[in-house]
């Protein structure tokens, strides 16, 4: 499959994007926004010669995308035979319970109350599917639930909202903390210096193929705001809303509740570590 809009019966606005590594090809979800970029990206993943596929993140309760999904899985010559989660956020996981309807597979998660079955996900544990090995790399910060999976046989790392294709992720206070998040941003770094990793497979925006990269961007990113809110503080903006419009002002103002969120986790890590 090299050009989706060659599909027939592809319903409208669903987008299948070519493999984007040997093992991983992505159903973009119609759910675009400044929050979600393109839209939830849906990955399909199987060992080439296996009939059957992983699915990670089924997206929202859209019944023609994840109608679409199975399609796409079909025409690949697979059936689906287990659905996984980054995470809980709605644009990931609302509609795993309908997926799951419909191609009869069990949902793992790291947080219980998002699994269908009786599995869950632990870290540094490996899920197999006809022949595809996923590890389980706990990448909490964004949510506490965040988990990345790696994909060892194509040097990828599937990210959830950990890390994104385009610009930067939120921390979302107070789910989400800041020295988890770098954390899990070390840890993907690991990933890519140890492990072989050099693709991330995010779960919005395009295909990095620069793993290290990004991760190196990441954490010097986080650093950068972290100065500047440390500085706002000390300058005396002194509410979250207050260091917001002063650190993010160039930021598009429909993202500023989200980083009001970071703000929050950033001003609690201050805290928590005497800085202010
Ligand atoms: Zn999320």
Do not use: C
């Not at 294709?165 to 899990?184: C, E, W």
């Not at 290290?212 to 903006?237: F, I, P």
């Amino acid at each position: 499959m090299t050009d989706a809009a060659a599909l027939p019966g592809q319903p409208r606005g669903a987008v299948v994007s070519g493999p984007a590594t040997e093992r991983a090809v992505n159903v973009l979800a119609p759910n675009p926004s400044a929050m979600t970029l393109d839209g939830t990206n849906t990955w399909i993943l199987s060992e080439p010669d296996s009939p059957l596929a992983v699915v990670v993140d089924p997206g929202p309760l859209d019944e023609t995308h994840l109608r679409w999904v199975v399609d796409t899985a079909e025409r690949l010559g697979k059936r689906v035979a287990l659905t996984l989660l980054t995470h809980g956020h709605p644009d990931h996981a609302e509609g795993a319970g309908r997926f799951a309807e419909l191609t009869g597979t069990p949902v793992r998660a790291l947080d219980p109350a998002l699994r269908l079955g009786d599995e869950g996900l632990a870290a540094g544990k490996a899920v197999e599917v006809g022949g595809l090995e996923l590890r389980v790399v706990p990448t909490p910060g964004h949510t506490a639930d965040s988990l990345s999976f790696h994909l060892p046989a194509d040097g990828a790392v599937l990210t959830g909202d950990t890390i994104l294709g385009r610009g930067t992720t939120m921390v979302a206070h107070p789910d989400g903390r800041l020295g988890d998040y770098l954390d899990s941003l070390r840890r993907l770094r690991s990933l890519t210096v140890d492990d072989g990793v050099h693709t991330v497979l995010p779960g919005h925006g395009p295909v990095l193929e620069d793993a290290q990269g990004a991760v190196e961007y990441y954490l010097a990113h986080r650093a950068t705001r972290l100065a500047q809110v440390e500085t706002a503080v000390e300058n005396g903006y002194r509410t979250a809303a207050e260091v917001v419009a002063h650190v993010y002002a160039d930021v598009d103002r429909s993202l500023w509740p989200a980083a009001e969120l970071s703000v929050r986790a950033q001003l609690e890590y201050l805290t928590e570590h005497g800085l202010i």
